[in-house]
């Protein structure tokens, strides 16, 4: 069934669903999302991935390189009620992009490769959706697949994202055979003819009913344990109707007790369409969250999802256009209108909104209003970054931004031609605000420009986005990694005095300080002073002071983690003592401890799970080795191995070259950053 809901007024609430397609590199989430939008009627033809033709990677270096690298946003219809969908990246290093998206999500689809099941950019992009607390079904795709196993997928689910799979669905046919679905609460079957098309409903095929049957009864019991309705039902009838597993279903997939697990083959355009309707049955509208909530002075406040409430928008992404700054909103409360002044209460500016715009990737439809529930994009606001909050100007609040990932790799950047400079650190700016997880800095001891974010890949699309968008000529140094430095052997009884005295009032601060390591990263700090030889405000100042030391450590300059320092003894002076002679003192007094201290370069490191062709193992493991890379476990399955390691990321950049070198073309890897460890020492 196909509606068209761009003409009708703004729907009830309960008829919209906000929605993430999540997965890993490959899984199919542009694939899926494609054939949504054509089972939906929102596109005619549908595009392909490998073509460069899909509606939501539409941008330029997205169809190069056949990835999503940009969460893009598109509006569709299904059965009457609205669908925002934002399909996210699945590449480690755009990982921001996904936790940005499900900042404003109300739910998610994570699809996974019925081949693979459950892959770390897999697991990864669960950990964020739990954070953030959003619910979620399962679609395990690729069903058509030589090897493909449903069973095996979802004993992966089990296993390592561990909510209770709840599996709704049953193959009819197998691998190239694969041509529909068995519905286990309806017990009907549903077959997508050669060619696609919508489905057909038939009777179960004979050979697949007593399986059908079993797994109906396996479902019965997992939802019944789960569900105090469900499970009075159950010991009253000893079965369950359909209607009361799609609501026992509805309410496990909203508390996240349990998920719901169906299948299908978006490439061959089967199984997408019980998908929708479980996106309807399933997944929360705004009505179904509690109210958002935010701050303002030190207060709670919050907002129901009514669009006769004040209003309160958070913006979580900048797009700079051909035609012009474009700002996506997730509205939680009121109406936004054109011509609307806002208030951003992060820089306590007015803003006006020119337009209101109904998001299609790259392609937008004007509409007069949204309301609370839409995720809309807005033109006007020139000065909003992605964690604004967008409010009505009489009812301010602050709603809790994304906080942006900590960037691990830094590249020197410098403009071709010297007169290009401030041209290209205009583009840089851009950069930094259409992607806070990209930091742009000077380097102190050498001048350099150092553009610095979250892998290889990423800083590449970067550099590469300003060359595309008609930028300065530039050069790109080799990428660097952010080092740590950390104690492993302390310090007791470190003595500091700060005495400055060159006329008028002078400074005096008196400090003894231990320092020693801490398990793990981080920083602590404490005081052990007795008889009130340091006041307590003197205290809190040479925390401060401490902390200030951080930021430059000893070794070569990099920030000092890993430690716990120890205010034991200091002195005051009757005049000449302040919190400014005491923060003084703490800086010193830790940096020249510091230089006492025995310290270790820590570099980050990186998870990497390595899949090649068997034959091509041993020379894979020695490469791993010569890089330094700490193999963690192996196995093989249909003639390909599977390696996971940890590997110094700074041994990574370029590496995906050499293995496909290695491998003959036939060797992929992923990697997401996991920490810290000891760096080699220079000889």
């Not at 703004?10 to 054939?35: F, M, S």
């Not at 569900?227 to 609501?247: K, N, P, V, W, Y």
């Not at 990209?438 to 970067?462: I, N």
Request: some cysteine; hydrophobic content about 40%; overall charge neutral.
């Amino acid at each position: 069934m196909r509606n068209d809901l761009t003409r009708r007024p703004a729907l009830p609430l309960a008829d919209v669903r906000n929605l993430g397609i999540l997965a890993h590199v490959d899984a199919g989430k542009t694939t899926v999302t494609e054939r949504i939008l054509h089972a939906t009627g929102a596109v005619h033809r549908t595009g392909e991935v490998h073509e460069g033709t899909t509606v939501t990677d539409f941008d330029t270096q997205e169809r190069q390189r056949g990835i999503t690298i940009f969460a893009a946003a598109v509006s569709c219809a299904w059965k009457g009620r609205r669908i925002n969908l934002i399909d996210t990246p699945g590449h480690v290093d755009f990982a921001d992009e996904v936790e940005r998206s499900l900042r404003v999500l109300d739910g998610a689809v994570v699809v996974l490769d019925a081949v693979a099941g459950v892959e770390p950019q897999s697991e990864a992009v669960w950990r964020q959706a739990d954070r953030h607390g959003v619910p979620r079904i399962v679609l395990v795709n690729k069903m058509d697949r030589a090897g493909a196993d449903l069973d095996a997928a979802v004993a992966s689910v089990r296993e390592r994202l561990h909510p209770a799979p709840l599996v709704a669905q049953l193959p009819v046919g197998a691998e190239d055979g694969f041509r529909g679905v068995v519905d286990l609460l309806g017990l009907r079957a549903l077959i997508w003819p050669d060619g696609a098309g919508e489905p057909v409903a038939a009777p179960v095929p004979a050979e697949l009913r007593t399986e059908a049957a079993r797994r109906r009864r396996e479902l019965e019991e997992a939802v019944a344990e789960r569900h105090a309705g469900a499970l009075e039902e159950f010991c009253e009838h000893g079965t369950l109707s359909a209607a009361t597993l799609r609501a026992a279903l509805r309410d496990l997939t909203r508390t996240g007790e349990g998920v719901v697990v169906l299948c299908g083959s978006a490439y061959r355009d089967k199984g997408v369409e019980p998908l929708l309707d479980a996106v309807a049955d399933y997944l929360p509208s705004p009505l179904d969250l509690p109210p958002v909530t935010g701050s303002w002075e030190g207060a709670q406040v919050r907002r129901e999802a009514d669009p006769d409430g004040p209003l309160a928008a958070l913006a979580f992404k900048v797009n700079a256009t051909a035609t012009g700054r474009l700002t996506s909103l997730r509205i939680y409360s009121g109406t936004l209108r054109k011509g609307d002044v806002v208030r951003d209460t992060t820089t306590g500016r007015a803003e006006r909104v020119a337009r209101v715009l109904r998001l299609r990737a790259d392609r937008y439809t004007e509409v007069e209003a949204a309301v609370a529930g839409d995720i809309v994009a807005v033109a006007g606001p020139k000065g909003v970054r992605a964690g604004a909050t967008l409010c009505a100007r009489e009812h301010p609040l602050v709603l809790e931004p994304p906080a942006p990932a900590e960037p691990v790799v830094s590249v020197a950047v410098e403009a071709v031609r010297s007169t290009d400079t401030g041209r290209l650190a205009g583009a840089l700016a851009r950069l930094a605000e259409e992607d806070p997880s990209l930091t742009v800095r000077t380097d102190p001891e050498t001048g350099q420009t150092l553009l610095s974010g979250m892998g290889e890949l990423h800083l590449e699309v970067a550099v590469e986005k300003i060359r595309l968008s008609g930028g300065p000529g530039l050069t790109v140094g080799r990428p660097r990694v952010a080092h740590r430095e950390t104690v492993t052997g302390g310090v007791r009884g470190f003595v500091h005095r700060h005495v400055k005295q060159d006329g008028g009032a002078g400074q005096f601060a008196h400090v003894v300080l231990d320092v020693e390591p801490l398990d793990g990263l981080g920083f602590e700090f404490r005081s052990a002073v007795t008889g009130g030889r340091v006041p307590q405000e003197y205290v809190r100042a040479v925390e401060a002071g401490c902390r200030d030391a951080l930021p430059d450590g000893p070794l070569g300059g990099h920030p000092v983690t890993g430690l716990r320092v120890v205010l034991t003894d200091g002195a005051t002076h009757v005049k000449d003592s302040s919190d400014t002679a005491f923060r003084t003192a703490g800086r010193a007094g830790l940096r020249a401890a510091l230089r006492a201290c025995r310290l270790t370069l820590l570099e980050p490191v990186a998870e990497v799970t390595v899949t090649v062709p068997a034959d091509c193992l041993g020379g894979v493991l020695g490469d791993l080795s010569a890089r330094r890379g700490r193999v963690r476990g192996s196995g093989t399955r249909g003639g390909t191995a599977v390696v996971d390691a940890v590997v110094p990321l700074a041994e990574l950049f370029g590496w995906s070259a050499a293995l496909r070198g290695r491998t003959r073309g036939r060797g992929t890897f992923v990697s997401r950053p996991c920490g810290y460890a000891p760096a080699p020492t220079q000889g």
